[in-house]
């Protein structure tokens, strides 16, 4: 089943890191997951994915509000480093997830990013709806 599963956040996260993985591989993207990684301002990701596209960083969201903002803006930006995309999912009903690949350079931007604006912000030939 493709759902992001996972009781805590750092579950939810590898959760979705699978499935981000299989659907770039489907798209002959050749992608693999890699823990504990370090980048180069010192931020270590839990889970990032790297592929032809360049590193995918994951951020799995479980609330079920549309307005919801997304996580990590403001402050700090050392986790967008070296990344080239942002993928971003949530469960939606029918046992669907919801996937957006956003360019790294809306999360250095930007501070107001939430689930209802990042779809015309997302790459069309990336995102996806998994069931």
């Not at 999912?89 to 919801?98: A, E, I």
């Not at 990013?113 to 069931?131: F, G, H, M, R």
């Amino acid at each position: 089943m493709s759902k992001i599963q996972g009781d805590n956040p750092q579950q939810r996260k590898k959760s979705l890191a699978v499935l981000v993985c299989e659907h770039l591989n489907t798209l002959s993207l050749n992608a693999k997951i890699i823990e504990n990684r370090t980048n180069s301002a010192g931020h270590r990701d839990l889970v990032v994915i790297e592929s032809d596209l360049g590193l995918v960083h994951i951020t799995a969201l479980s609330g079920a509000n549309p307005n919801e903002l997304l996580p990590y803006q403001g402050g700090d930006k050392k986790w967008v480093q070296e990344k080239a995309y942002i993928a971003v999912g949530w469960n939606v009903s029918g046992g669907r997830t919801f996937v957006f690949f956003i360019p790294s350079v809306h999360f250095q931007e930007r501070n107001d990013l939430s689930k209802s604006n990042i779809k015309p912000l997302s790459n069309k030939k990336l995102t996806a709806v998994l069931a």
